[in-house]
């Protein structure tokens, strides 16, 4: 029987997610799950601070609340103040959802330093900012849930001639997910992995995602609902036993 608290619109659950890369895609449909169910959402942008603001007030709208703040978590100074303004206003965070993690097609002999420099900043490096930043108030309450998100088959090691460097940081997510697993379990956090194939978040053109359908062995392309299940899921009190795991969300393309 599922614990997750009834939906009713206005009333919050006292919980506190943090969601860099919650504006759009996958991070925004997660922040509005969450606000039905009554969370408060800190959302992070770099840039996209309309889209920030729009998901914040139908957050607000669904039951939740929600705040909206800019940080280049990639920057370990933005990064710290970017929890400690959200720990300042609600007092706690009890999921971190790193949602951000933006890529580029470059063949890897073509790629250049500042390219690379960015893949691995904005996908690794973040992630490792702000997890470890969170990690201390989360281990003091004896409990937190934090989700990064992969790559498939990232965890093959296989060889990514035209996004090397976004699919070396991919697995680099997953290594820190495993590692900063091991490390917080006794504190009663846990820290698992979603790793999407071809899911319709609006960053492709639906015309690529068309041609992407035959590789697919489920016949379809995903949606960000698939990714909402499984976020609610792992942030669920039916998962807490569920860590360091890293989830194939891509109707088993990458396998």
Known sequence: MSNQPTIVPGRRSGKVALIPGGARGIGRAIALRLGEMGWSVAIA????EQDATVTAA????LGGGALVFRA???VPEE?????GAVETEWGRIDALIHTAGPYHRVELLDETPEGWRKMMANNLDSFFYVARRVAPGMAAQKSGRIIAFGMASADRLSA???VTAHYIAKAGVLVLVRSLAKT???????VNAISPGFIDSGSAPPEELAK?????????VGTTAD????AAFLLSDEARYVNGANIHLSGAWGL
């Open 45 to 48: 942008y770099r840039q996209s």
């Open 58 to 61: 139908q957050v607000r709208v």
């Open 72 to 74: 280049d978590c990639s």
């Open 79 to 83: 990064a710290d103040g970017l929890i």
């Open 160 to 162: 990514q001639t035209g």
């Open 184 to 190: 917080l379990a006794k504190s009663g956090v846990t």
């Open 212 to 220: 992407m359908v035959k590789s697919i062995p489920a016949g379809y």
């Open 227 to 230: 990714a909402v299940g499984v």
